[in-house]
């Protein structure tokens, strides 16, 4: 049995309105609220190398009541020469489909709990977490365990795709949770400044880069992989461990987190959350919007 961490029974009902005390839900809460009109459930799973794969995994099985959000259609626009190979998606079009699979922000409706789930150890859901929140939803929660997890425990499952809603999301940027290439150029020597990089470590060190191309990372830049967040069963390491993986950082007034795309260093910042620590931000094209412009003063050399 894979080991669960203590993040359970962290959601309460007030007055008809859901609290959050974590960013994570259990298999066994989720299961108690899927009929809940003021949960939401977004099943993110996706492939890097065949991006059809999870809305065909979705449609063949997912979590009752669960709408599938694509990485790719849904959480990123498209690539452009800069920018990454992920870039932010298009805010309005992303609020439109928020409120079509019934997320509501604003009164007179109780704001919605997003709960969004993958089967990567939080590798998608962990972007629209970061995302919604960054649009200023926070009632917004990963499944712990992700679909590997629900399906082990054997609660239902469902090939049915439930029709649109009509939601009331408004996007309110926080416009601070997120940098750019001249961000990060400008700031990651400051004192106070740490950027993470949350590759795997042969990626950080340059030793191997399966799909950007150059390899190696941003000067400066110190190495917390993504997968450390997470055991290999796809549960969030306990919050003792959370705290202990990011004690070296802090104090720092500022972390700057970035991976290959600006997808799962999402994962990192999550964990940050988990440990107590706010003052993470995103490098949204990450290393590949970087690496883009290396490419560029090459090309003109």
């Given amino acids: 049995m894979p080991i669960r961490t203590t993040y359970t029974k962290n959601l309460s009902l007030d007055s008809g309105k859901l609290l959050m005390v974590s960013p994570l839900v259990s298999a066994a809460w989720l299961s108690e609220h899927l009929n809940d ?4 459930i977004a099943d993110c799973r996706f492939a890097l190398t065949q991006a059809d794969l999870g809305e065909q995994q979705y449609r063949k099985e997912h979590i009752p009541g669960a709408y599938y959000l694509d990485l790719n259609r849904d959480l990123s626009s ?11 998606p ?6 439109k489909k928020l409120a079509a699979i019934g997320v509501c922000s604003e009164p007179p409706e109780a704001p919605t709990l997003v709960v969004a789930y993958d089967d990567s150890r939080f590798a998608f859901a962990a972007r629209l977490w970061w995302l919604l929140r960054y649009l200023g939803h926070y009632q917004v929660a990963v499944l712990d365990g992700g679909w590997t997890g629900w399906k082990a425990a ?20 926080n ?30 060190r340059g030793e191997r880069e399966p799909i950007d191309p150059v390899a190696g990372h941003i000067p400066g830049a110190v190495n917390y992989p993504w997968h450390d967040v997470t055991t290999t069963e796809g549960y ?11 004690t070296a950082l802090s104090q720092a007034e500022e972390i700057i987190v970035y991976c290959g795309s600006g997808v799962t260093a999402c994962v990192n910042l999550l964990s940050l959350e988990l440990a107590g620590i706010n003052t993470g931000k995103l490098y949204a094209g990450s290393w590949s919007d970087w690496c883009s412009y290396l490419q560029a003063v090459r090309n003109e050399e």
């Fill in 154 to 173: 054997g609660y239902s499952t469902s090939d049915s795709v439930p029709p649109s809603k009509s939601g009331n999301f408004l996007p309110k940027l």
């Fill in 236 to 246: 969030a390491r306990s919050p003792n461990e959370q705290q202990q993986r990011w």
């Fill in 37 to 40: 009109p003021t949960v939401a």
């Fill in 78 to 88: 498209p690539a452009k020469a800069q920018g990454g190979r992920h870039p932010l």
């Fill in 175 to 204: 416009a601070r949770q997120v940098v750019n290439f001249d961000y990060v150029k400008a700031h990651k020597d400051l004192p106070g400044v740490i950027l993470v990089d949350a590759r795997e470590s042969d990626r950080y």
């Fill in 90 to 95: 298009d805010f309005p079009m992303l609020a």
